[in-house]
């Protein structure tokens, strides 16, 4: 005669998966936002601001409250030069 509680062992299995992949997720999100919650819908926007904060601190989620940019700021774009080529078509 089957137990009424046998499929509690199975079903505590699959839930504590399921919490432990979600959780081990949220952690590998926030550690590589730098303790901030992941971003969702970025636009255009963002992403300028994202690379900018690059620029400025190292990292894509810090940033600066300094009202003058460093002097590295103007040498450290990663904008690719493509000044040749578009003087060929003007």
Excluded: C, H
Excluded at 25 to 43: F, M, P, V, W
Excluded at 55 to 77: H, I, W, Y
């Amino acid at each position: 005669m089957p137990v009424p509680f046998e499929s509690l062992i199975p079903f505590a299995i699959i839930s504590g998966m399921f919490l432990v992949t979600g959780t081990g997720i949220r952690y590998a999100q926030t550690t590589r936002n730098e303790g901030k919650r992941a971003r969702y819908s970025l636009d255009d926007w963002d992403r300028k601001m994202m690379q900018r904060d690059t620029q400025l601190t190292g990292t894509m989620r810090g940033q600066v409250d300094e009202p003058v940019a460093s002097p590295e700021f103007k040498v450290n774009s990663s904008w690719k030069v493509y000044d040749s080529l578009r003087n060929d078509f003007a």
